[in-house]
Nanobody, 112 residues
Framework: QVQLVESGGGLVQPGGSLRLSCAAS????????MAWYRQVPGKQRELVAR????????NYADSVRGRFTISRDNAKNTVYLQMNSLKSEDTAVYYC?????WGQGTLVTVSE
């Protein structure tokens, strides 16, 4: 069984930064790609960023490319999402994903 626990969300002003973390239990962490998704009430969950199992490959949604950076530390079973130059439209619940497993989500609110 795999458990994913996100942390690092909160309230930040436009232009600010946050770093999300997702800690995974279980032994499959280093085998699979990992991803961050986000969801706004009433809308579909959307892919924000993805990273390959070894960390050498990444891809991003157009809306966050150049502002967000995904990384992972396989020794710590943790994936990160560094979010810079935040905008109000980045407000959402952010979820990490590993294979078929999802975390509980962490709320990011970008507002004055």
């Amino acid at each position: 069984q795999v458990q994913l626990v996100e942390s690092g969300g909160g309230l930040v002003q436009p232009g600010g930064s946050l770093r999300l973390s997702c800690a995974a239990s279980g032994s499959i962490f280093g085998i699979y790609n990992m991803a961050w998704y986000r969801q706004v009430p009433g809308k579909q969950r959307e892919l924000v960023a993805r990273i390959t199992s070894g960390g050498g490959g990444t891809n991003y949604a157009d809306s966050v490319r150049g502002r967000f950076t995904i990384s992972r530390d396989n020794a710590k079973n943790t994936v990160y999402l560094q979010m810079n130059s935040l905008k109000s439209e980045d407000t959402a619940v952010y979820y990490c994903n590993l294979f078929t497993y999802w975390g509980q989500g962490t709320l990011v609110t970008v507002s004055e």
